[in-house]
């Protein structure tokens, strides 16, 4: 009996939505939603290495989220703290190795000092690769790029017409990170809210209707194993 072909996945790319609603639901405050879905991401970060996904990425953060109270907004960036410090000795025992994408300006000195150090501490990891999205946003990271193109056009170091779709992806914040092959969404939304738009033109989509907070392993295994039997044929017509 031949075996069967087991669809490589090196990529999963997850919007971790709905941890507001899933506190309001139960009376609580929507903190504890994001408190109870950062416990999530453990699981999720270990059953990725168990599913031979290799990276993992995460949108903890948007750019419009600075949009919510004051009260949320820092009660996340808190949880952001506490979260790297506490995860990264298992992080290091895992071989997990962590970056972040998005705009780190806005960000508080503490944060991205936290941020830094642990992409240092974890940078020779290679079980998984675990991106957090943190204020980031799709179109903000293109603008960004933009920017650093023309400062290389204009310093002489890239001409014009040699920018390609690979020059553009090297100046993205995933740069050297494959892009994702499939891309889920919890919570019930079908919208994909600024993340990841270049890099998931040709990503497979699972929207999944539970909250993160109530995301489980077995629904992870379920949207791999439904990616793994779909057909991917990136525009062409025989499928591989
Ligand atoms: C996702 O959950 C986490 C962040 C955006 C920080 P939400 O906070 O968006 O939860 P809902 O969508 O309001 O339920
Ligand atoms: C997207 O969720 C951002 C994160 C999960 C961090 P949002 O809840 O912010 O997106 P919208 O408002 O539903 O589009
Ligand atoms: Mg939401």
Redesign the pocket.
């Known amino acids: 009996m031949s075996q069967p072909i087991i669809k490589d996945i090196n990529h999963v790319a997850i ?4 941890n ?1 609603r899933w506190a309001e639901a139960r009376g609580l405050e929507r903190l504890e939603g994001h408190m109870r879905g950062a416990r999530m991401v453990k699981k999720i970060v270990r059953a990725s290495k168990t599913l031979g996904v290799k990276n993992l990425t995460l ?4 750019t ?2 600075w949009n919510r109270s004051k009260k949320e907004v820092s009660g996340l960036m808190s949880l952001f703290r506490r979260y790297i410090l506490a995860e990264s000795a298992d992080m290091l025992a895992e071989g997990v190795r962590m970056k972040f994408i998005g705009q780190r300006d806005q960000l508080d000195d503490k944060l991205v000092s936290l941020m830094n150090w642990i992409e240092d501490q974890t940078a020779d990891n290679t079980a998984l690769q675990l991106t957090i ?1 943190l204020n ?1 946003g799709g179109r903000d990271e293109l603008v960004r790029a933009s920017r650093k193109m023309a400062v290389a056009v204009q310093e002489g170091q890239l001409r014009p017409e040699d920018i390609t779709e690979e020059t553009v992806s090297s100046f993205l914040d995933t740069a050297g990170t494959p892009d994702p092959d499939l891309v889920i ?1 919890t ?1 019930g ?1 079908y ?1 994909t ?3 990841l738009p270049w890099q998931s033109s040709y990503a497979e989509y699972a929207f999944i209707n539970e909250s ?1 907070p109530d995301f489980t392993v077995a629904l992870y295994e379920q949207a791999i194993s439904n990616f793994r039997a779909r057909e991917r044929r990136f525009g062409s017509v025989i499928g591989k």
């Open positions: 919007i971790m939505d709905g507001g949108y903890a953060f948007s419009e989220n999205a980031y969404r919570s939304e919208r809210s600024n993340f993160w």
